[in-house]
């Protein structure tokens, strides 16, 4: 099957960065965001995003103008009825992604594959909302999606050889490394990222360091581009505990079990950069 248009459902940092990706790559892309102003808010960072490449001359003008020009913002989920190729990366909720991957499967083509960013849920849950089981896999970028080479590629028992093959495609298409991976809970990267970023917060709590003397023992000492209490500022509390807790639902580790500090920060809304605070403080 070949992708010519690829549909974007989230309006987040991951949906826009996964879109960007995808139409510097020449795809046709429909980005969706619920709101009138959440879409015009995608567009405008869009934009943002592709005006540094064009100061820092990663990207010439007429590229960004290209890749500005192949990607259209909607707020109706009808408007990806024709697209081959759907990403869904919306808030990381079982729930929630459940109830969109029923309604993308009304209205969706019945040959397009819906493919979901997740990072820790089982697929296999978001293929059995749909009449297409076969065409429904996972397809993970990491934030962000722009910089971030790599993509998890990910099967479910019912996931067919065919939409692996178009799924895997589409992702060196947008010039990333791919990795396959079974449909087991953090995958690959998540499920071994995360304990350690789950102990660099114990170790916080337990007064064994300062934030900033973890982070720089980490990026020191072991050679790490950011310290883990950075990174979980970058990836968002609120994303890092419900991917914990998804992990240790799945296999009841005391690694996955999420530090008590990370639980009462998300509680008081510190959610890292995205709040203007987390372990530390951002100017919004």
Same mark, same amino acid.
């Given at each position: ?8 459902? /989230? ?44 100061? +820092? ?12 020009? +192949? ?24 729930? &929630? ?25 089982? %697929? ?5 909302? &749909? ?10 970028? *990491? ?7 790599? %993509? ?22 947008? /010039? ?43 990026? /020191? ?17 609120? &994303? ?38 987390? *372990? ?5």
């Amino acid at each position: 099957m070949e992708v010519k248009r690829v549909g974007v459902v /989230g309006s987040g940092i991951m949906g826009s960065g996964v879109a960007e990706v995808a139409a510097k790559a020449g795809f046709e892309v429909t980005l969706r965001s619920r709101t009138r102003s959440g879409a015009h808010a995608l567009l405008a960072g869009l934009e943002r995003s592709l005006a540094k490449q064009v100061e +820092r001359a990663k990207l010439d003008d007429g590229e960004r103008t290209a890749t500005l020009g +192949r990607v259209r913002s909607v707020t109706d989920l009808g408007e990806l009825s024709e697209c081959e190729f759907v990403v869904e990366s919306i808030v990381e909720d079982l729930a &929630t992604k459940k109830q969109l991957f029923t309604e993308l499967d009304r209205v969706c083509r019945e040959d397009s594959i819906l493919a979901t960013n997740t990072s820790t849920l089982p %697929v296999i849950e978001l293929a059995m909302e &749909t009449g297409r089981p076969d065409r429904v896999c996972g397809v993970h970028f *990491f934030n962000p999606a722009p910089v971030m080479r790599l %993509v998890e590629i990910v099967r479910s028992i019912t996931t067919s050889d065919q939409t692996i093959v178009t799924a895997r495609a589409f992702a060196e298409a947008c /010039g990333k490394t791919v990795v396959d991976v079974k449909d087991q809970a953090g995958f690959v990267v998540s499920a071994l990222l995360f304990p350690y970023l789950n102990n660099a917060v114990k170790l916080l709590d337990a007064g064994v360091a300062s934030s900033d003397d973890i982070d720089a023992a980490m990026k /020191g000492g072991c050679n790490f581009p950011m310290g883990p209490l950075e990174l979980l500022d970058l990836v968002g509390l609120d &994303t890092s505990l419900a991917i914990l807790d998804a992990l240790y639902l799945e296999f009841r580790d005391a690694h996955y079990s999420p530090a008590p500090l990370l639980r009462r920060m998300v509680s008081a809304e510190r959610l890292g950069r995205k709040s203007g605070q987390g *372990f530390y403080p951002y100017r919004r």
